[in-house]
């Protein structure tokens, strides 16, 4: 299923001190994505639903979820890569993650015309790096796509985060590669298997960028220090 128009290279990822960082190849270790976007959201609601459910119950939930989340996004790797559906097992989260998965594939992928790369490693020299789930071809124009799960259903204005993390990947892919990526879309499965999506089209793309830059300058402020 992928057609290798790029020679995507690896890069390590680097755990120090709870922040997540990769090692590019010019030889500096850089901020991943989610790392400098945890760092400047507003955690506000995130401290009042951890107090409401108790620190206990939100880490039992937080664990559960990125666990499901984890194993939903290996069954969409694999049968991206392989071409075939993979087995859930026995396991009941593992079925619940091949579910939900599936959903992603019926939904999402049927609207990819040619994926150029999985788990593709990007990164901005000096700057930041990460890794996006797909870099791919959406109804005729390329773009950058992460799946996610969720335990409910969203509201676009809950994502943010999401778009920040689609234009911080683009902006590296056409940094690195001389691309000329605008449109970026997040593929939702909710535990209860309901599909969402969430787009970046062309015309909204500019105001994406600024923001993404606006938290860029907000963490290197707080931590050039």
Known sequence: MI????????IKRIDSNGKRLYATPDGKAVPSVTTILNATKDKTFLYEWKRKVGIKKATEITTEAASIGTRMHKYLENYIESDTWPSSGKNPYAQQACKM???????????????????????????????????AVFRGSPSICDFKQSNKLKKEEWIEDYFLQLVAYAEAHNELYKTDIKEGHV?????NLEYQQFDIWPDQYAKWKHEWYERLYTYYAAHDR
Do not use: H
């Open 101 to 135: 998965a599936e959903v992603i594939k019926e939904n999402a992928l049927s609207q990819i015309d040619e994926i150029w790369g999985s788990e593709i490693n990007l990164w901005m020299p000096q700057i930041y790096a990460g890794t996006t789930d797909l870099v």
């Open 187 to 191: 593929f939702v499965c909710t535990r």
């Open 3 to 10: 057609i290798k128009k790029f020679d995507y290279k690896a």
